[in-house]
């Protein structure tokens, strides 16, 4: 080989480098975190899709979450519940979610939404977790799942805390109300006084 095979070979490498750091194609921190989440191998018991702003505000308004309340949402996905609690109503935000990736991005939106010192998120299984100081829960479950939940729902949480799904229903437990917002059905809950024999089974 001659001489200036290595240095023609160097400088096609880094002219191709630059090339690509040039194109303005690079992926965002963001991007990059969507993909690693499509690599995933986390076992969740739901899949990850996000609620829509306005389904958010109205499950928010049907939770009548107040200033100080602390809202957890059970798989909290990229966050967006317990941040617009704590934007809008001040209120202190859990989220509770298995997905190590999604935890990232919910961190990183709330520190951009100036809200990281009212929000945490942690990474747990929802049927592992404490979250028996809820004012307020949010789920964006399955039916199966929901009514799984039910009995931790009735062991940790107040009576009076609301709970609030959307589009699933929890087994035989009839919601105190019912909204429909575009596609999406919303249900509310009132953890109750005293627990029916029929919801224990
Ligand atoms: C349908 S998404 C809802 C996300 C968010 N709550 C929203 O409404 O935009 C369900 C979320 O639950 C998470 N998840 C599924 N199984 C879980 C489990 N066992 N414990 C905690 N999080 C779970 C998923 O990773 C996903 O982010």
Not at 58 to 71: F, H, K, Q, S
Not at 117 to 130: I, Y
Request: proline share 6%.
């Amino acid at each position: 080989m001659s001489r200036s095979r290595p240095i023609v070979l160097g400088i096609s490498v880094l002219l191709l480098v630059l090339g690509a750091d040039c194109s303005g194609d690079r992926a965002s921190p963001l991007d990059d975190l969507a993909a690693r989440s499509a690599d995933s191998t986390v076992e969740r018991d739901v899949p990850y899709v996000t609620t829509s702003d306005s389904v958010v505000t109205r499950m928010l308004e049907m939770a009548e979450v107040a200033p100080g309340d602390v809202v957890y949402d059970l798989g909290s996905g990229d966050g967006r519940i317990v941040i617009t609690a704590a934007q809008r109503y001040r209120a202190r935000g859990v989220g509770i979610e298995i997905d190590p990736v999604r935890i990232l991005e919910a961190r990183e939106k709330a520190q951009a939404a100036g809200v990281a010192d009212r929000v945490t998120f942690r990474k747990k299984d929802l049927f592992e977790a404490d979250f028996s100081d809820a004012d307020v829960v949010t789920i964006y479950l399955l039916p199966s799942v929901n009514k799984k939940l039910r009995p931790l729902l009735f062991e940790q949480l107040d009576p009076g805390t609301h709970v609030v799904s959307h589009n699933f229903e929890m087994g035989g437990w009839a919601p105190d109300s019912t909204e429909t917002v575009g596609p999406s059905t919303l249900y509310r809950w009132t953890i109750p006084e005293t627990v029916p024999d029929s919801l224990t089974r």
